[in-house]
Protein backbone atom coordinates (compact mmCIF):
# COMPACT_ATOMS: atom_id res chain seq x y z
CA UNK A 1 0.00 0.00 0.00
CA UNK A 2 2.82 2.47 1.06
CA UNK A 3 4.91 1.55 -2.34
CA UNK A 4 2.00 2.31 -4.19
CA UNK A 5 0.91 5.54 -2.69
CA UNK A 6 5.12 6.18 -3.41
CA UNK A 7 4.89 5.39 -6.77
CA UNK A 8 1.64 7.40 -7.45
CA UNK A 9 3.61 10.52 -5.86
CA UNK A 10 6.44 9.79 -8.23
CA UNK A 11 3.96 9.49 -11.26
CA UNK A 12 2.54 12.58 -10.41
CA UNK A 13 5.74 14.63 -9.99
CA UNK A 14 7.23 13.48 -13.17
CA UNK A 15 3.57 14.08 -15.13
CA UNK A 16 4.11 17.76 -13.32
CA UNK A 17 8.07 17.95 -15.08
CA UNK A 18 7.23 17.06 -18.04
CA UNK A 19 4.01 19.19 -18.59
CA UNK A 20 6.48 22.26 -17.56
CA UNK A 21 9.36 20.52 -19.94
CA UNK A 22 6.14 20.89 -22.45
CA UNK A 23 5.08 24.33 -21.92
CA UNK A 24 9.03 25.97 -22.12
CA UNK A 25 9.31 23.88 -25.87
CA UNK A 26 5.79 24.77 -26.88
CA UNK A 27 5.57 28.57 -25.93
CA UNK A 28 8.09 29.72 -27.85
CA UNK A 29 6.30 28.04 -31.45
CA UNK A 30 2.95 29.59 -29.66
CA UNK A 31 4.80 32.97 -29.26
CA UNK A 32 5.68 33.78 -32.73
CA UNK A 33 1.88 32.10 -34.13
CA UNK A 34 0.31 34.74 -31.77
CA UNK A 35 2.80 37.53 -32.67
CA UNK A 36 2.04 36.86 -36.72
CA UNK A 37 -1.74 37.12 -35.70
CA UNK A 38 -1.01 40.84 -34.09
CA UNK A 39 -0.78 44.02 -35.77
CA UNK A 40 2.33 44.95 -36.27
CA UNK A 41 2.31 48.51 -34.66
CA UNK A 42 0.83 47.61 -31.92
CA UNK A 43 2.92 44.24 -31.07
CA UNK A 44 6.07 46.78 -30.92
CA UNK A 45 4.43 48.46 -28.01
CA UNK A 46 5.16 44.55 -25.65
CA UNK A 47 2.51 43.08 -23.66
CA UNK A 48 1.64 40.25 -26.06
CA UNK A 49 2.05 37.22 -24.26
CA UNK A 50 -0.61 34.28 -24.52
CA UNK A 51 -3.11 35.93 -27.39
CA UNK A 52 -3.00 38.29 -30.15
CA UNK A 53 -4.12 41.91 -28.52
CA UNK A 54 -4.92 42.95 -31.97
CA UNK A 55 -5.92 40.67 -34.29
CA UNK A 56 -4.87 40.83 -37.46
CA UNK A 57 -3.70 39.72 -40.69
CA UNK A 58 -2.22 42.25 -42.50
CA UNK A 59 1.14 40.59 -42.02
CA UNK A 60 0.17 37.53 -44.20
CA UNK A 61 -1.09 39.89 -46.65
CA UNK A 62 2.36 41.88 -46.79
CA UNK A 63 3.74 37.79 -47.10
CA UNK A 64 1.65 36.50 -49.59
CA UNK A 65 0.42 39.54 -51.71
CA UNK A 66 4.41 39.44 -52.60
CA UNK A 67 4.86 38.01 -56.17
CA UNK A 68 8.46 37.03 -54.97
CA UNK A 69 7.39 34.72 -51.80
CA UNK A 70 4.74 33.27 -54.20
CA UNK A 71 7.34 32.13 -56.49
CA UNK A 72 9.68 31.48 -53.64
CA UNK A 73 6.76 28.40 -52.63
CA UNK A 74 6.67 27.17 -56.03
CA UNK A 75 10.71 26.66 -55.56
CA UNK A 76 10.81 25.58 -52.54
CA UNK A 77 7.87 22.67 -53.12
CA UNK A 78 9.80 21.99 -56.56
CA UNK A 79 13.11 21.30 -55.05
CA UNK A 80 11.75 19.80 -51.98
CA UNK A 81 9.78 17.11 -54.04
CA UNK A 82 12.64 16.78 -56.68
CA UNK A 83 14.97 16.58 -53.85
CA UNK A 84 13.64 14.12 -52.01
CA UNK A 85 12.57 11.85 -55.02
CA UNK A 86 16.62 12.05 -56.24
CA UNK A 87 18.03 11.79 -53.18
CA UNK A 88 16.13 9.12 -51.74
CA UNK A 89 16.22 6.63 -55.06
CA UNK A 90 20.38 7.66 -55.11
CA UNK A 91 21.01 7.00 -51.52
CA UNK A 92 18.89 4.11 -51.47
CA UNK A 93 20.37 2.51 -55.03
CA UNK A 94 24.33 2.94 -54.05
CA UNK A 95 23.27 2.02 -50.60
CA UNK A 96 21.94 -1.55 -51.95
CA UNK A 97 24.81 -1.87 -54.03
CA UNK A 98 26.77 -1.54 -50.98
CA UNK A 99 25.31 -3.48 -48.59
CA UNK A 100 26.79 -7.27 -50.05
CA UNK A 101 28.25 -8.51 -47.12
CA UNK A 102 30.89 -10.80 -49.38
CA UNK A 103 31.31 -7.20 -51.90
CA UNK A 104 34.81 -7.47 -52.96
CA UNK A 105 36.91 -3.82 -52.26
CA UNK A 106 34.17 -3.66 -49.62
CA UNK A 107 36.74 -2.02 -47.49
CA UNK A 108 37.62 0.37 -49.71
CA UNK A 109 34.61 1.64 -50.67
CA UNK A 110 33.52 2.19 -47.36
CA UNK A 111 36.64 3.64 -46.47
CA UNK A 112 36.19 6.63 -48.68
CA UNK A 113 32.29 6.99 -47.72
CA UNK A 114 33.58 7.89 -44.12
CA UNK A 115 36.39 9.94 -45.53
CA UNK A 116 33.86 11.95 -47.48
CA UNK A 117 31.40 12.20 -43.77
CA UNK A 118 34.58 13.65 -41.77
CA UNK A 119 35.95 15.95 -45.12
CA UNK A 120 35.33 19.47 -44.31
CA UNK A 121 33.91 21.03 -47.60
CA UNK A 122 34.72 24.61 -48.48
CA UNK A 123 32.72 27.36 -49.88
CA UNK A 124 35.02 28.34 -52.61
CA UNK A 125 36.12 24.84 -53.79
CA UNK A 126 32.45 23.95 -53.67
CA UNK A 127 31.42 26.85 -55.84
CA UNK A 128 34.76 26.00 -58.47
CA UNK A 129 33.16 22.93 -58.69
CA UNK A 130 29.30 23.75 -59.36
CA UNK A 131 30.42 25.93 -61.89
CA UNK A 132 32.51 23.60 -63.63
CA UNK A 133 29.31 21.25 -63.83
CA UNK A 134 27.42 24.37 -65.22
CA UNK A 135 25.07 24.39 -62.31
CA UNK A 136 25.45 28.13 -60.77
CA UNK A 137 22.13 30.10 -61.16
CA UNK A 138 20.08 26.70 -61.98
CA UNK A 139 17.63 25.31 -60.21
CA UNK A 140 19.38 21.92 -60.21
CA UNK A 141 22.14 23.28 -58.08
CA UNK A 142 19.49 22.03 -55.69
CA UNK A 143 18.70 18.92 -56.74
CA UNK A 144 22.47 17.52 -58.37
CA UNK A 145 24.59 18.37 -55.25
CA UNK A 146 22.61 16.73 -52.41
CA UNK A 147 21.88 13.44 -54.17
CA UNK A 148 23.80 11.37 -52.21
CA UNK A 149 23.22 11.37 -48.30
CA UNK A 150 26.57 10.12 -46.31
CA UNK A 151 24.76 9.81 -43.01
CA UNK A 152 21.63 8.18 -44.45
CA UNK A 153 23.51 5.69 -46.55
CA UNK A 154 24.98 4.10 -43.57
CA UNK A 155 21.70 4.01 -41.97
CA UNK A 156 20.59 2.17 -45.72
CA UNK A 157 23.27 -0.27 -45.96
CA UNK A 158 22.38 -1.68 -42.47
CA UNK A 159 18.48 -1.88 -42.98
CA UNK A 160 19.57 -3.83 -46.35
CA UNK A 161 21.67 -5.94 -44.29
CA UNK A 162 18.74 -7.57 -42.75
CA UNK A 163 16.32 -8.21 -45.71
CA UNK A 164 16.54 -11.90 -46.13
CA UNK A 165 18.76 -13.29 -48.64
CA UNK A 166 16.40 -16.03 -49.75
CA UNK A 167 14.39 -13.16 -51.16
CA UNK A 168 17.22 -12.19 -53.74
CA UNK A 169 17.80 -15.85 -54.62
CA UNK A 170 14.53 -17.11 -55.56
CA UNK A 171 14.16 -13.71 -57.39
CA UNK A 172 17.58 -14.44 -59.31
CA UNK A 173 16.55 -18.30 -60.20
CA UNK A 174 13.03 -17.08 -61.60
CA UNK A 175 15.59 -14.78 -64.10
CA UNK A 176 15.52 -11.60 -62.46
CA UNK A 177 18.10 -9.13 -62.43
CA UNK A 178 19.84 -6.67 -59.96
CA UNK A 179 17.40 -3.93 -60.64
CA UNK A 180 14.49 -5.67 -61.08
CA UNK A 181 15.48 -7.20 -57.45
CA UNK A 182 15.26 -3.94 -55.78
CA UNK A 183 12.24 -2.06 -57.71
CA UNK A 184 10.00 -5.04 -57.37
CA UNK A 185 11.03 -6.76 -53.99
CA UNK A 186 13.68 -4.57 -51.86
CA UNK A 187 11.57 -1.19 -52.03
CA UNK A 188 8.02 -2.83 -51.05
CA UNK A 189 9.77 -4.37 -48.13
CA UNK A 190 11.70 -0.77 -47.32
CA UNK A 191 9.04 1.16 -46.65
CA UNK A 192 10.03 2.55 -42.92
CA UNK A 193 13.45 2.68 -44.46
CA UNK A 194 12.17 5.35 -47.51
CA UNK A 195 9.94 7.32 -45.16
CA UNK A 196 12.63 7.62 -42.71
CA UNK A 197 14.92 9.05 -45.49
CA UNK A 198 12.30 11.28 -47.25
CA UNK A 199 11.62 12.92 -44.21
CA UNK A 200 15.35 13.85 -43.39
CA UNK A 201 16.19 14.85 -46.98
CA UNK A 202 13.00 16.97 -47.25
CA UNK A 203 13.29 18.73 -44.36
CA UNK A 204 16.65 19.50 -45.03
CA UNK A 205 15.79 20.35 -48.52
CA UNK A 206 12.60 22.86 -47.54
CA UNK A 207 14.63 24.48 -44.67
CA UNK A 208 18.20 25.13 -46.82
CA UNK A 209 19.04 28.49 -47.64
CA UNK A 210 23.07 28.76 -47.96
CA UNK A 211 22.98 27.36 -51.57
CA UNK A 212 20.18 30.20 -52.62
CA UNK A 213 22.23 32.83 -50.74
CA UNK A 214 25.88 31.72 -52.77
CA UNK A 215 25.37 29.93 -55.79
CA UNK A 216 21.90 31.43 -57.22
CA UNK A 217 22.01 34.83 -58.33
CA UNK A 218 18.30 34.91 -59.80
CA UNK A 219 15.85 35.97 -57.82
CA UNK A 220 13.13 34.15 -59.94
CA UNK A 221 15.42 30.61 -58.30
CA UNK A 222 15.08 31.82 -54.43
CA UNK A 223 13.55 29.66 -51.89
CA UNK A 224 10.94 30.40 -49.38
CA UNK A 225 13.74 30.06 -46.61
CA UNK A 226 16.11 32.34 -47.91
CA UNK A 227 12.85 34.78 -47.92
CA UNK A 228 12.37 34.45 -44.50
CA UNK A 229 16.07 34.80 -43.89
CA UNK A 230 15.86 38.29 -46.42
CA UNK A 231 13.49 39.00 -43.53
CA UNK A 232 14.34 38.57 -40.66
CA UNK A 233 17.86 40.47 -41.67
CA UNK A 234 15.34 43.48 -43.08
CA UNK A 235 15.43 43.81 -38.83
CA UNK A 236 18.54 45.25 -38.73
CA UNK A 237 18.16 47.64 -41.64
CA UNK A 238 16.35 51.22 -41.44
CA UNK A 239 12.97 51.06 -41.06
CA UNK A 240 12.74 53.04 -44.73
CA UNK A 241 14.77 50.65 -46.19
CA UNK A 242 12.12 47.94 -44.89
CA UNK A 243 9.20 49.73 -45.70
CA UNK A 244 10.59 49.63 -49.34
CA UNK A 245 10.49 46.03 -49.40
CA UNK A 246 7.20 45.70 -47.93
CA UNK A 247 5.27 48.34 -48.31
CA UNK A 248 1.39 49.41 -48.20
CA UNK A 249 -0.64 52.49 -47.20
CA UNK A 250 -2.07 51.15 -43.63
CA UNK A 251 1.82 50.46 -42.77
CA UNK A 252 0.29 48.23 -40.11
CA UNK A 253 3.04 45.71 -39.36
CA UNK A 254 6.89 45.56 -38.46
CA UNK A 255 10.15 44.08 -39.34
CA UNK A 256 9.44 41.94 -36.30
CA UNK A 257 5.57 41.24 -37.09
CA UNK A 258 6.75 39.92 -40.57
CA UNK A 259 9.81 38.08 -38.89
CA UNK A 260 7.07 35.96 -36.95
CA UNK A 261 4.51 35.92 -40.34
CA UNK A 262 7.23 34.36 -42.30
CA UNK A 263 8.45 31.75 -39.53
CA UNK A 264 4.85 30.58 -39.24
CA UNK A 265 4.86 30.37 -43.43
CA UNK A 266 7.94 28.61 -43.56
CA UNK A 267 7.49 25.75 -40.37
CA UNK A 268 3.54 25.15 -40.47
CA UNK A 269 3.95 22.55 -44.20
CA UNK A 270 6.53 20.55 -42.57
CA UNK A 271 5.39 20.33 -38.90
CA UNK A 272 1.79 19.34 -40.63
CA UNK A 273 3.52 16.41 -42.72
CA UNK A 274 5.47 15.08 -40.43
CA UNK A 275 2.26 13.35 -38.08
CA UNK A 276 2.08 10.99 -41.28
CA UNK A 277 5.36 9.86 -41.69
CA UNK A 278 6.08 9.79 -37.49
CA UNK A 279 6.03 6.04 -37.33
CA UNK A 280 7.48 4.82 -40.20
CA UNK A 281 10.19 7.50 -39.25
CA UNK A 282 10.92 5.53 -36.04
CA UNK A 283 10.68 2.06 -37.08
CA UNK A 284 13.03 3.22 -39.70
CA UNK A 285 15.64 4.75 -37.74
CA UNK A 286 15.61 1.22 -35.15
CA UNK A 287 15.98 -0.76 -37.55
CA UNK A 288 18.50 1.10 -39.79
CA UNK A 289 20.66 1.56 -36.50
CA UNK A 290 20.55 -1.17 -33.68
CA UNK A 291 20.52 -4.01 -35.84
CA UNK A 292 23.59 -4.86 -38.20
Given at each position: MVLSRNHKIIDTGLYILLLIISLFTLYPFWYVLICSFNEGLDLSMGG?????????????????GDSRW???????VGRTVLGTIG????TAMVAYGLSPRNLVFKKLYFGIVILAMYT???????????RGLGLLNSFFVYIVPNLLDIFLLLIAVNFFR???????????????????????IIVPV??????????FIGVWQWNSWIDSSYFVRSESLRTMSYRMIEVINSS??????????????????TSKSLQMAAIIITVVPIVLLYPFLQKHFVKGIMIGSVKG
Open positions: VYLFPRKFSLENYRALIVGAFFVSGVSFVRSIITFYILLEIPDELKESAYIDGANDLLIFFKSKPLIATMALNMPQEATGSLYATSAQLY
